[in-house]
């Protein structure tokens, strides 16, 4: 019995939190359809490959050092593979020894959006595209300066646009 109102409550504690922030889903994830550039389900995943569809619709991570662009040392620009929006310069990037592509900052701040995932039992802070919502990977606090800031980046979310 005491279980159950436990459960109860913290059914109530948890739901109450969910509702007060805005483009939550239940579950605590981020709304992922409710951004500025929309596609059907049925879009998506005609427009993504698999590993596409499973990193940025559903927040899940490609296998570390799986990504051509993790050694991507040319100029240029990474875009974002759902839809094009320009997200990480190569002017940001560093070697990170993780074995995904890793920058200390965005190409702007308005490029990506930020929320707490707590998908490992613990909080992190998930990274997403500010334009169709996509999944792009975390940011850490141990990155170099002059931000201190690691952002781990699935490198199938994103598409290189070398400068020519
Ligand atoms: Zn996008």
């Not at 593979?81 to 997200?87: F, I």
């Not at 190569?90 to 990170?96: N, P």
């Not at 990155?143 to 646009?161: D, E, H, K, M, S």
Request: glycine share 12%; proline share 4%.
């Amino acid at each position: 019995m005491q279980f159950g109102l436990l459960a109860i409550f913290m059914g109530t504690v948890s739901g109450a939190g969910a509702m007060g922030i805005f483009g939550k889903k239940e579950d605590g994830e981020i709304d992922r359809n409710a951004f500025p550039f929309k596609l059907s389900q049925a879009e998506w995943e005609a427009k993504l490959d698999k590993m596409q569809y499973h990193v940025l619709r559903k927040a899940g991570t490609e296998r570390a050092f799986s990504s051509p662009l993790y050694n991507e040392h040319r100029q240029g620009v990474f875009h974002c593979a759902g839809c094009d929006q320009a997200l990480f310069s190569s002017e940001h990037k560093f070697d990170s020894g993780t074995g995904w592509p890793s920058f200390w900052q965005p190409i702007s701040k308005e490029a990506v959006g930020e929320d707490v995932d707590h998908k490992l039992g613990y909080a992190r802070t998930e990274t997403h595209c500010s334009n169709c919502g996509g999944h792009l990977g975390h940011i850490f606090q141990d990155g170099p300066q002059p931000t201190g800031l690691r952002y781990c980046i699935n490198g199938v979310a994103l598409i290189f646009q070398p400068t020519v």
